[in-house]
């Protein structure tokens, strides 16, 4: 390949093996070229007949490598196979099983971790912490684990968090005191933190933009897998402490072998000036027959537009503005407080709900399973319908049902207390508890779709990481005060809560949150300027 100049400002290019032209100029500290001034045509000879290479635009101030493209070569397919994608999807979804089991572990072993026979005997207090610590964990590596990504990549990153997840659970497995094993748990909680967010990421930058939005959804079937997988292993013999070995194999060896086949993501490689690995990611996730030159063109144009937009304290700052202000507060409130709508206490103490409910015609860890199926089949739902219906009815319907729910099985344990019939009907609970966790977890996802349409993407990573936190906040406080809720107002008081939580969910959706399927960010921001920037009270169409 040659090298050539345009024609003012004295830059000279090569083109590399993949057709991407590359400035011949000193790179900065973070390893990224810096131009100041052309918007001149650039020309390399030898690339093709003409002489010429197509470039990207370049502003007056980017920080990204400019790219050239042969023209001559860029007469290959639009339609990218999808194959690679899903690979890549599945190898994330693999690890995202972790946070099931994770969460869902508490919900089948209580009994056990409870029993007098047991080495490790947990009290009301320890019981509490056993199931929450790991919530605690997850806001932590949110926060603490969310930023690294940045620098070191999602592949990179989840390569040494799944190995990290794995010691965990055999430090869990293995000890015999008390205090090393919630230990255990709150460093398995921070990996369940990491994986959540970068696993989620590195889906949606590695897919391309017609399947992006239903790869990262699918992601969470894997994290109900999870639930059902390790409710399923509870019927079996084995001890708590087998279970979590099992528990810790399946979810982080097989996807960290993946993760070793796989390249990291694109976008990332770009950021940081890695342009010929960016090429060749795109080329693995795309197709050989796809244009990947174009769409490496179209992100290292929009990078030249965001000049530090990946950057924390950059991000940060960019919450200031106040709508995106008020919708990060608005979400913040949503997280803490849906975390008392039932679904983490449904989910980390399932089998302590099943024997409280003293129903003898159906096995409480049957019932369990029935649960965990449950929650995957809501995930299939929410997959088909989220293409077809309104994100708001999507919330304010699930999260209704799921209250009404739960309001039913109150009365059954308030009948139960009371001498009523209603409370000698055996089927309520289990019921009651499936349809609760079948619209609860289509609830979840739109509202976390939601969360990720109304946030720009100048907010989004540090936002998201903000918001995770204050979910997995909410969610320890849920988990530790449970047992404590019961002791005082009883099992049918607690439900008729979690009940008022949900429909405080339905009434904030449907007064503050606008809206957002089919339409754009740009398009949302603006009509909340003008209505001073306070979200939309009159958009509750689906």
Known sequence: ????????????????????????LDRNKEGIVNIAFSDDTLSIKGANPDG??????????????????????????????YGTQVLGMAVAALAYVGIGTISGFSGGMLPLLTDSENDIQLDKYRVGLFTSVINLGAAAGCIVGGFPHVMVGHRSYLLVALPLSL???????MSHDIW??????????????????????YVAECAHDSVREKLVNALETSRQFGYFFVYAVCCSDLSWRELALVCGCVSTILPFIGFLYVPSAPKWLATHGRVDHAYDSLVFFRGQHYDSRKELNAILDKLSKTEGADNALYQLRQLKDPIILRFVVLFAFIHFASQFNGN?????????????????????????VVVGL?????????????????????????????????????????????GGAFGELE???????????????IGFPVLNLTRGELLPPVARSTGGAILYATYYFGGFAASLSFSYIVSAIGMHGTFWIYC???????????LDLPETRGRSLEEIMEEQRHEGASPSHHDHAS
């Open 374 to 418: 449950a929650r995957v089949l809501s995930t299939l739902f929410y997959l088909v319908e989220v293409e077809r219906v309104g994100r708001k009815p999507l919330v304010i319907v699930p999260f209704f049902l799921a209250g009404a729910s739960l309001f039913v099985l109150g009365a059954f344990f308030y009948a139960q207390a009371t």
């Open 427 to 441: 089927w309520v609970p289990v019921t009651a508890l499936s349809f609760f966790s079948f619209f609860s977890n």
């Open 1 to 24: 390949m040659g090298t050539g100049q345009a024609s003012k400002s004295g830059i000279t290019a090569t083109a590399t093996k993949n057709g991407v032209a590359k400035l011949g």
């Open 344 to 368: 983490v206490v449904t989910g980390a103490y399932a089998i302590y709900i099943f024997k409280a409910a003293d129903v003898s015609s159906i096995s409480p860890y049957v019932s369990m």
């Open 500 to 510: 008022f939580v949900n429909i405080l969910v339905v009434v904030v959706d449907y």
């Open 52 to 81: 010429n290479v197509e470039v990207g635009k370049i502003s007056r101030r980017s920080s990204v490598v400019v790219e050239g493209v042969a023209a001559a070569q860029r007469n290959s397919e639009d339609i990218p196979t």
């Open 167 to 173: 010691a965990a659970w055999i430090i869990l497995a």
């Open 180 to 201: 090393v094993v919630l230990s255990a748990r709150a460093f398995l909680g921070f990996t369940m933190g990491v994986i959540v967010f970068t696993s989620s990421k």
